[in-house]
């Protein structure tokens, strides 16, 4: 993940530690940020899951090994001043915050980058407490065979809106398109990370 030019050229603070920013490999967020030092970076390099050094308890603090809430690494790189790591992870179990949620910094991931995993998760919620009046709840109680019609409608007017070369009505459509795909996913038991991990492989 990190070569030995790179390790050997790592600038450590004072107290012999690199702060690291933890991202989730799939979203894009931000999950946390901690600090390594020799012996965890050499801990994650041989293990692939997160490993930092604790500095309340002075001591190595392997992510997860208790709660089973572990990081499993894809990806390492060092900033342009080789004193800052990013670790791009796979979010295992629980959130990566010791308080149970997704980030350590709160619902505080409004980009616009991830609205498909917000949709996402908004979904999966209605389906766990269903929502009087909710539209999703009406499809999800309809099954499988009623999705798919919407679906299918919705990918019919994509293709009507592109064929009367229409950007601002292709727009709208894919939107609700992606929106009747995401219910179809979550009827189906497919997660947004499960379509990301293909779309990566075929990349």
């Known amino acids: 993940m990190l070569s030995n030019n790179a390790i050997d050229s790592i600038k450590w603070n004072s107290d ?7 991202q989730d490999y799939y979203t894009g967020s931000v999950l946390m940020l901690a600090y390594v030092n020799r012996e965890s970076l050499a801990f994650m390099l041989e293990k692939g899951e997160t490993c930092f050094w604790s500095r309340s308890r002075n001591q190595l603090w392997h992510k997860g090994a208790t709660s089973g809430n572990v990081q499993k690494i894809k990806h390492m790189a060092l900033d342009c001043d080789n004193d800052t790591l990013l670790v791009q992870a796979v979010q295992i179990g629980g959130g990566a915050c010791h308080t149970g949620d997704y980030t350590c910094f709160g619902n505080v991931d409004k980009g616009a980058f991830n609205i498909v995993k917000r949709d996402f998760d908004v979904i999966k919620d209605r389906a766990a407490n269903p929502k009087d009046g909710s539209y999703t709840n ?4 309809k099954g499988v065979d009623k999705i798919c019609k919407k679906v ?9 809106a592109a064929k009367n070369k229409n950007a601002e009505q292709i727009t709208e459509e894919i939107a609700d398109l992606t929106y009747h795909v995401l219910v179809l996913m979550c009827e189906s038991g497919v997660l947004v990370e499960d379509v990301l991990r293909v779309l990566k492989q075929r990349s």
Do not use: T
């Open 16 to 22: 012999g530690l690199m702060p690291a920013i933890v």
């Open 138 to 141: 009406y499809l999800l109680s």
């Open 152 to 160: 299918g409608e919705e990918a019919a007017e994509v293709i009507i």
